[in-house]
């Protein structure tokens, strides 16, 4: 098994930028893709995308990005975290 260190630049803790990447070439954009905070980050857009559609459609014009960023947090969120992390295997809570 070889191991590969990449190092991502910048002014963040050392500790931080130290990226193991096991068997083979890996990414940086890979190893992002599929860590746990990108997945869930990408699910809570996906979960803002579809309240955007949906208050749209109660209005009957396109709310924006913005405020349904804003409403959904406020409104849904910590619910939906709640629900997520209910969701997720034990071994990752």
């Known amino acids: 098994?070889?191991?590969?260190?990449?190092?991502?630049?910048?002014?963040?803790?050392?500790?931080?930028n130290l990226v193991y990447a096991v068997d083979g070439p890996c990414s940086m954009h890979e190893l992002v893709q599929n860590s746990l905070l990108y997945r869930e980050l990408m699910a809570e857009r996906e979960e803002i995308l579809r309240h955007?559609?949906?208050?749209?459609e109660k209005v009957?014009?396109?709310?924006g990005f913005d405020l349904a960023v804003i409403?959904?947090?406020?409104?849904?969120?910590?619910q939906w975290r709640?629900?997520?992390?209910?969701?997720r295997p034990s071994a990752l809570s």
């Open 1 to 16: 098994m070889a191991a590969r260190l990449l190092f991502n630049g910048g002014r963040v803790n050392a500790m931080r």
């Open 52 to 56: 955007k559609w949906i208050e749209s």
């Open 60 to 63: 009957g014009r396109d709310v």
């Open 71 to 78: 409403d959904w947090r406020l409104r849904y969120r910590s």
């Open 82 to 87: 709640k629900w997520r992390q209910a969701q």
